[in-house]
């Protein structure tokens, strides 16, 4: 069964580092979305993307933040400098035109 | 407007029994609702999505029920069995491919 997948599993950085998050979605899938998960709290959109651009975005997603599909299958969230409050889970997710799949997650861990 | 309320926070369940939970929300733009399941360090699993064009989906044990009116909600899980010991969030969005807003989450325990 396809499915979503993550890398890394587990980031460790330090505060101002910059950090790529990597996702390969579903290969049919045309649409794109990263999420995150604070630590026992809700899971809370970040930004969509289709046809290679951002479609929606919440007001997570500031300057620091960029995502981009580099080549046919993967999709990346870069955060440029890093903070401590963006110690979370991130999810990426991909859709074909309806339900949303989530990848296994990468937790970020800001020192 | 945006939010979508979940109870509730944990629940305790004998196995066997009927899970209950429940959701609420505000924004009349929604029209998709999933329920996903999470278990610890995986990400959510799509379990049921719902329309507001039907009061109830049911597949399997899971059943989601929906009040359009009152702009509530609600997942049943029939017959509980330990390995539906997980986390729940309830969503919504105003069409299915567009973002979700996730409910705060329940942390659901069955009983053996």
């Known amino acids: 069964e396809p499915e979503v997948t993550q890398t890394p599993s587990h980031q460790v950085t330090q505060m101002g580092q910059e950090v790529i998050l990597r996702c390969v979605p579903i290969s049919n899938h045309l649409y794109f979305y990263w999420y995150r998960q604070i630590l026992g709290q809700k899971v809370e959109f970040l930004v969509s993307f289709y046809n290679n651009e951002i479609s929606e975005k919440s007001e997570i997603f500031d300057d620091q933040f960029s995502v981009e599909r580099p080549d046919g299958s993967n999709f990346t969230l870069k955060i440029r400098s890093t903070k401590l409050e963006d110690s979370a889970m991130y999810f990426c997710?991909?859709?074909?035109?309806?339900?949303?799949?989530f990848g296994p997650g990468t937790r970020l861990t800001v020192l | 407007q945006q939010q979508v309320k979940q109870s509730p926070q944990s629940l305790i369940v004998q196995k066997g029994g009927i899970s209950i939970i429940n959701c609420a929300y505000e924004n009349t733009a929604f029209d998709y609702f999933p329920w996903y399941q999470q278990f610890p360090g995986k990400g959510p699993a799509l379990l049921i999505a719902?329309?507001?064009?039907?009061s109830e989906k049911k597949e399997g044990r899971f059943t989601i029920s929906f009040n359009k009116s009152a702009k509530q909600f609600s997942l049943h899980i029939m017959d509980s069995q330990p390995g539906d010991s997980a986390t729940y969030f309830c969503a919504a969005a105003n069409n299915a491919g567009n973002m979700l807003t996730f409910g705060g989450g329940t942390r659901l325990m069955v009983k053996p």
């Open positions: 997710a991909s859709s074909g035109r309806g339900e949303q799949f």
């Open positions: 719902i329309r507001p064009d039907v």
